[in-house]
C-alpha cells in the first residue's frame, strides 16, 4: 500500500532558501512540509563562515524586512562582526559577522523544529508529480507521496552533485553528504532545462599549526551593529574572536603553476561554469599573472573546532599540491589540512524559466530558489526563498503574488538579473548591479519593504506600527531641521570653529548646517536645545537625507522614469510573430523571455531601444 500524506507545501530542501521558503509558507499558516537529505545539515554554510558583506548585507537586511530568519538567525550566532566600507558612502556600508556555523545551523534547526504548522523530513525526494499542468507533490526514495498544492525546489548545489579533489572524485554534496542523484531525471521529464555549474572552497586548517603573529589581526567592531531590525542592539554586544590577514606570494604562484595541469579546473575534467567574481586561487594566478600576491583572511569556524578557513584560496588541486602551496603562506608555513579544499559540480537550471514571481512559467504552482537558479551565496539563496515561500503560499491562499522590482531592493535586482538575463555562470550579488544603490542602502531596508511583509502576512501590525512611526519620526524631523533656523551668533561659531567648520555669516537652517561633510547630528545638539529625543537609526535616515538630498532626489527622478516602463505591461498571450518591425533578435529573445514589461523587455540583451519603440506602439 502507497505511503500517503497531504501538505499545502512541499519545500525541497532545507538549505538558507528551503529554510526561508518553508518558514514564510508555515507562518502563513500552510501546512508545510520541508525535505532535506540530513537534517543535521539544515542551514549547513559548506563554505565561507560569514553572513553578509559588501551588497550581500543588503539582501539580508531586506529578508530582515520581509520577515524572513537569516537576520536574527545570524544575531544569535555570530562571533565577530564588521560595518565594512565605513570610509565611503553609506550606499556601500555593509555588515559582515563570522557566524560559529555549527550554532547557526543548530538555531535554525531549532526554529525550524518548533515552528506551528511546519514539518521537517529527513529524505530524498526523487520525483516531481505533475497533474493537469500543475505541481502536485513528490515521491520520495522509498516510494512515499507526498501530494501539495505548491511545490518549491530549493535544493542548491545537491543534484547529482560531484566533488573534484585533483584526481580524487567523490559522488556526493558538499561535506560528504549524500548527493540527491534520482530528483534531476523526473525534471528533465517535466520539461525543465537543467544546467551544470560549479563552484569551490577552500581547505580547513587546524588552527593549533598556524603562527597567527605573521598575520595582520582584524578586531570585531565595538559597538556590534545587529543585523536584524527587530533584534535589541544590547543584546548583541559581547565578546568577539579575531579574524587575520595574510598573502600569497610569488612562491605559493610558482607551485600553483607548475601543476596547473593537474586542476580538474584546467585539466577539462570539471564540466561545469564556476563563478568568475569569486575565483579559485588557480583562476587567480592565471588571470591576475601580473599580481605578486593575493589577500587571504584566515576566519574560525566557530567557537568549538579549531578549524580555521582559508578565504581567498579556494581549489581542487591535488590534496600534495595543497599543502605545498599553503606551507608558502605566512602563518601557515607548518600547517595541518583538516579538510582539503574542493569543486563542486551540481545540476541547476537557466532561471529564465522562471516568472519575476520565481513560479516556473511552464509549470502552475512549481517555484524555485537559491543555488538551484544559478545564483550563489547564502544571502541571495535566502532572498529568493523567502520571495518564493511568500508567493507559493499566496497562489495558495489565492492572493495576489508579490514582486519587488529594481528600484525597491536588492532582491528586485537579484531576481530581474536572474530571469531577465542570460547568466551563464553562478551569479553574485555586487553593489555595482543595482543603479538605484542609492536609494537601496542597507540601513533603509526596513523602511522600503516592511510593507510587502507586512501585506502578505509575516510582519506583525505591531512591528510593522513600529516602522511607520519611524518613518513619521524621520518626516516630522527633516521638516523641523528645514525650518529651524540659527544666527551667526558667537555660541554658534564657536562651536562651528570647534567643530572645524566654517562660521556663519548670516543665518542658516540646521539642515543647511547638517549638509556639512565634518558636522553630524549628535555635534549640533549645543546648538539645537529643542530637539526631540530619536533614536540613533532615526538620526542615522536624517543625516543621510540632509547629506545626500541632491543625489537622493536625482536618483528618484530615475526611479519616476524606470516605473513608468515598468508599469507598460505586455500580455501574456502576445505573439511577437504579429509585431512585423521587430528584428529578428530581439523576435527571438521576447519569444524566449516573454518579458511581463516593457521595463524588463528593455533590459533583455538583444533587445533594443527601436525594438521597444515598436512593441510600445503595437501595443497601444
Ligand atoms: C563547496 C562549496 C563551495 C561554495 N563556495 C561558495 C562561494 O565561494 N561563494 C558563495 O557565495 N557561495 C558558495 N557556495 C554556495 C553556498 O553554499 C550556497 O550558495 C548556498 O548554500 C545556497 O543555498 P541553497 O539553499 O540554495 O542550497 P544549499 O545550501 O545547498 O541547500 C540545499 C538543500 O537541499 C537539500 N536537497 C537537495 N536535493 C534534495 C532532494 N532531492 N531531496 C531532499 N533534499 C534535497 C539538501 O539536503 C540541502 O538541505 C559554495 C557551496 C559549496 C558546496
Known sequence: MKFEEYYDIVVVGAGHAGCEAALACARLGLETIIFTVSVNSIALMPCNPNIGGTSKGHLVREVDALGGEMGKNIDKTFIQSRMLNQSKGPAVHSLRAQADKAEYSKAMRQTLENEEHLTVKQAEVCRLIIENGKAAGVEIFTGGIYHAKAVILCTGTYLRARCLCGEAITYTGPNGLMAANHLSDSLREAGIELTRFKTGTPARIDKRTIDFSKMEVQHGDIPVVPFSFSTDPESVQKEQIDCYLTYTNEKTHDIIRA??????????????????????????????????????????????????????????????????????????????????????????????????????????????????????????????????????????????????????????????????????????????????????????????????????????????????????????????????????????????????????????????????????????????????????????????????????????????????????????????????????????????????????????????????????????
Open 259 to 620: 601543476n596547473i595541469d593537474r586542476s580538474p579546473m584546467y585539466s577539462g575534467v570539471i564540466e561545469g561554469t564556476g563563478p568568475r567574481y569569486c575565483p579559485s586561487i588557480e583562476d587567480k594566478v592565471v588571470r591576475f599573472s601580473d599580481k605578486d600576491r593575493h589577500q587571504l583572511f584566515v576566519e574560525p569556524e566557530g567557537l568549538s573546532t579549531n578549524e580555521m578557513y582559508i578565504s581567498g584560496a579556494s581549489s581542487s588541486l591535488p590534496e600534495d599540491v595543497q599543502l605545498a602551496f599553503y606551507r608558502t603562506i605566512p602563518g601557515l608555513e607548518n600547517c595541518k589540512i583538516v579538510r582539503n579544499a574542493y569543486a563542486i559540480e551540481y545540476d541547476c537550471i537557466n532561471p529564465k524559466q522562471l516568472n519575476p514571481t520565481l513560479e516556473f512559467k511552464a509549470i502552475n504552482m512549481l517555484f524555485a530558489a537559491g543555488q538551484f537558479n544559478g545564483s550563489s551565496g547564502y544571502e541571495e539563496a535566502a532572498a529568493q526563498g523567502i520571495i518564493a515561500g511568500i508567493n507559493a503560499a499566496m497562489k495558495v491562499l489565492g492572493r495576489e503574488m508579490i514582486v519587488i522590482d529594481r528600484s525597491e531592493g536588492y532582491i528586485g535586482v537579484l531576481i530581474d538579473d536572474l530571469v531577465t538575463k542570460d547568466n551563464f555562470e553562478p551569479y553574485r550579488m555586487m553593489t555595482s548591479r543595482a543603479e538605484y544603490r542609492l536609494l537601496l542602502r542597507q540601513d533603509n531596508a526596513d523602511l522600503r519593504l516592511s510593507h510587502f511583509g507586512h501585506e502578505a502576512g509575516l510582519v506583525s501590525d505591531e512591528a510593522y506600527q513600529r516602522v511607520l512611526d519611524k518613518k513619521e519620526n524621520i518626516e516630522n524631523e527633516l521638516y523641523r531641521l528645514k525650518n529651524t533656523f540659527v544666527g551667526n551668533r558667537e555660541e554658534v561659531n564657536e562651536l562651528l570653529l570647534s567643530l572645524g567648520s566654517k562660521p556663519l555669516h548670516s543665518g542658516a537652517s540646521l539642515a543647511e548646517l547638517l549638509a556639512r561633510p565634518e558636522l553630524s547630528y549628535e555635534a549640533l545638539s549645543p546648538i539645537d536645545p529643542n530637539r526631540p529625543v530619536l533614536k540613533k537609526d532615526v538620526m542615522e535616515q536624517v543625516e543621510i537625507h540632509i547629506r545626500y538630498q541632491g543625489y537622493i532626489d536625482r536618483q528618484q527622478k530615475q526611479v519616476d522614469a524606470f516605473k513608468k516602463l515598468e508599469k507598460k505591461k505586455i500580455p501574456a498571450s502576445i505573439d511577437y510573430d504579429d509585431v512585423k518591425s521587430l528584428r529578428l533578435e530581439a523576435r527571438q529573445k521576447l519569444k524566449q523571455f516573454r518579458p511581463v514589461s516593457i521595463g524588463q523587455a528593455s533590459r533583455i540583451s538583444g533587445v533594443s531601444p527601436a525594438d521597444i519603440s515598436v512593441l510600445l506602439v503595437y501595443l497601444k
